[in-house]
């Protein structure tokens, strides 16, 4: 397997994000997963010192393996409190991206109690083992769009919305967001960490292998030549490029190490509204760039999930001066693109995406890339 269409050479990126990350010590949980992968290869590419803590490599194959980036990785629970204290304690991280969880909807629905004991109890035993070590300055916890409680809104979700969740998942997110902020406001000292959270749309890219997800679903069963079965054709998500979401925390935490106090509170990463669309309207998008794929609606009754979220960035783009660089269908045909490039000659494309991504933020003169 061989990384293409880039190299770490291959675009000068150590001065983004105001050269912030450069030899920072950098923990990322769940970093083995799709966009902790994502994450820590470009945080690694920017000359971060990079280290990570995930239960295991989830899925074969493995964007983590395939990337192969030189960076350690403690294989734990964050349900473990002991190891996971012991572990940031040594590490010594100044930034800590947490990304650990349990993160699908239909399995929240087959083990509810470990979804919510993995999502709001590990995320409270990292928050905790974080205030117990005294070089970290800045913490970015990483929840969802699904966090708020359903309603019909054409601008989308704001972070001032209420909170709620019908499944398992969405509700244990929400919970995670209400523990995020009293545990700021309870226990983290003025001499504590800057934390924040962040909600991001539905993210796609290559190198995601997590079952009951559309575009892995799609890619997997082109690859079998077979037909994809899909549950909510006109459901609507605010579909996005993963390297979308990870500039906005990128961005977030740098001005956390910069100290910048009043952006400890919540942050909605998602797309153009006008790129809330549906999952029919994806799946026509996806078959430009890949013919082969065909899809049927599925017939059985699932389980509930919310038939449209739409989500507002309004506060991001005016306080942080973040926006997006990809519109949908770049963002697709990359994808796409990536999955085929990979199955059918060996190649990993992550680097040119990254490549191609920067390129065209530094194009827009996009505020991390100045």
């Given at each position: ?6 190299s ?5 990126i150590?001065n983004?994000?105001r ?5 920072k010590r ?18 690694h ?18 964007h983590?393996?395939l ?10 629970d964050?349900?473990d ?6 572990s940031i304690a ?8 947490h ?46 769009d ?5 309603k019909q809104?054409?601008d ?5 919305d ?5 499944d ?7 919970c ?6 009293s ?41 079998l ?18 390297l979308?979401?990870?500039?906005g ?15 400890c509170?919540?942050?909605?990463f998602g ?7 549906t ?10 760039t890949?013919?082969?794929?065909v ?15 739409l ?12 926006n ?11 994808t ?35």
């Amino acid at each position: 397997m061989e990384l293409s269409g880039g190299s770490m050479e291959s675009l000068e990126i150590n001065n983004l994000f105001r050269s912030i990350y450069q030899g920072k010590r950098i923990l990322i949980t769940g970093n083995t997963g799709f966009k902790g992968s994502w994450l820590s290869h470009w945080l690694h590419r920017m000359g971060g010192n990079v280290f990570g803590y995930s239960l295991n490599i989830p899925t074969t194959p493995s964007h983590f393996e395939l990337l192969n980036d030189p960076y350690p990785t403690v294989f734990g629970d964050i349900l473990d409190t002991d190891k996971l204290t012991r572990s940031i304690a040594e590490i010594k991280p100044e930034i800590i991206f947490h990304l650990a969880a349990q993160s699908l909807v239909r399995e929240s629905y087959a083990n509810p109690i470990l979804t919510f004991q993995t999502n709001c109890i590990g995320t409270l035993n990292v928050l905790q083992a974080s205030n117990a070590c005294a070089s970290v300055r800045a913490f970015v916890n990483v929840t969802t769009d699904k966090v708020y409680a359903y309603k019909q809104t054409e601008d989308g979700y704001i972070e001032e919305d209420p909170l709620g969740g019908f499944d398992p998942y969405s509700a244990s997110k929400a919970c995670v967001e209400i523990i995020t902020d009293s545990f700021r406001k309870s226990f983290i000292t003025e001499t504590g960490y800057l934390l924040a959270s962040v909600r991001a749309g539905n993210v796609i890219g290559g190198g995601d292998w997590a079952k009951d997800r559309l575009i892995p679903d799609l890619v997997k069963s082109t690859v079998l030549k077979k037909e994809t079965i899909i549950r909510y054709p006109d459901s609507t998500r605010p579909w996005q490029h993963v390297l979308e979401p990870l500039s906005g925390y990128l961005l977030l935490g740098q001005q956390l190490l910069e100290g910048k106090k009043k952006n400890c509170r919540p942050w909605n990463f998602g797309p153009l509204l006008s790129d809330c669309r549906t999952v029919r309207e994806v799946l026509d998008l996806a078959k430009h760039t890949w013919n082969e794929i065909v899809w049927l609606q599925d017939t059985d009754v699932n389980p509930y999930e919310s038939p449209a979220l739409l989500l507002n960035s309004r506060r991001a783009n005016s306080e942080l001066s973040w926006n997006s660089i990809w519109d949908l269908p770049t963002a697709i045909h990359s994808t796409i693109s990536w999955y085929r490039s990979y199955y059918s000659s060996n190649q990993v494309q992550t680097d040119k995406d990254l490549d191609a991504f920067i390129s065209a933020a530094k194009a827009k003169k996009s505020i991390w890339c100045t």
